[in-house]
């Protein structure tokens, strides 16, 4: 079974333009994580899927795959889709392009459900949410899962949430943040496995009311009943979304 992971990388970000190329200790950041994505023992190839020259280049400058894509896509799922038409790959991994941090061992751990279970259409990843900061930030996504390991429901607002405090309340008591935070609260990592088949059929559905409201395009599977394995791991992603993202990143790169 041939596994793909392509990693989307679009110049024209509105909160950073040039993201994917943006230097970290020397090498664009496109390559650290192509880099580690060709660390993981299950994918067979990775593939940069971009619809600028400059990104196109400097991947072909330290001997990596790339292609151009269309500019028209909203979303990297759509970019991931249009690469899968012309792939064989029974199974393709989107990575984030803005995830210079992330491992190959990550990945796999993504991409095991799928093998295990040809039920499964899509996986993604979790990790436990360490700090209450975290949990009201809209720009971290939350996940709750049910018993088996099923997403039924992302958000950008604080889930679960207890019924008989509020916020200032939970931020004013050490002992009541530590008591919710005990009860693993999740983020979700924004990398996702999919059959191709489904991938192909998802890049077809329109966008779904929970969707545009969230602005999380992973609400249009379980929109429209499908199920999303998402995998709890052990990782804490530092996503580069701004220019000051960046010496996180490098702080963490150089400990």
């Not at 970000?13 to 190329?21: D, N, Q, V, W, Y």
């Not at 991409?111 to 975290?134: C, F, N, Q, V």
């Not at 405090?165 to 693993?184: A, H, V, W, Y």
């Amino acid at each position: 079974m041939k596994i793909t992971a392509v990693i989307p990388a679009r110049y024209g970000s509105t909160r950073f333009e040039g993201k994917p190329l943006a230097d970290i200790l020397g090498k664009p950041m496109i390559e650290w994580v192509y880099e580690g994505a060709r660390q993981s023992k299950l994918i067979d190839e990775v593939i940069v899927a971009t619809d600028d020259l400059r990104i196109f280049e400097a991947v072909q400058g330290f001997g990596g795959k790339v292609v151009m894509t269309s500019p028209d896509h909203p979303t990297g799922t759509d970019r991931v889709a249009e690469v899968a038409q012309k792939l064989r790959s029974e199974i393709l991994v989107n990575v984030q392009g803005d995830e210079p941090l992330i491992k190959g061992s990550i990945i796999d751990k993504a991409i095991r459900p799928l093998l295990r279970d040809e039920t499964l259409h899509i996986s993604s990843l979790m990790t436990r949410i360490k700090d209450i900061k975290d949990w009201l930030n809209p720009h971290q996504v939350k996940v709750v899962v049910d018993g088996k390991g099923f997403a039924l429901y992302f958000s950008r607002s604080p889930i679960p949430f207890p019924r008989d405090f509020t916020i200032e309340q939970i931020l004013s008591n050490p002992d009541m943040r530590g008591r919710l935070l005990s009860k693993k609260l999740f983020k979700h990592i924004g990398l996702y496995v999919y059959r191709r088949s489904f991938l192909l059929k998802l890049a077809k559905m329109k966008p779904t009311p929970l969707e545009k409201l969230e602005k999380l395009e992973q609400l249009r599977v379980l929109e429209n009943g499908y199920k999303i394995k998402v995998v709890p791991v052990d990782y804490e992603p530092i996503g580069v979304d701004i220019p000051s993202d960046l010496p996180k990143v490098i702080a963490s790169l150089t400990k």
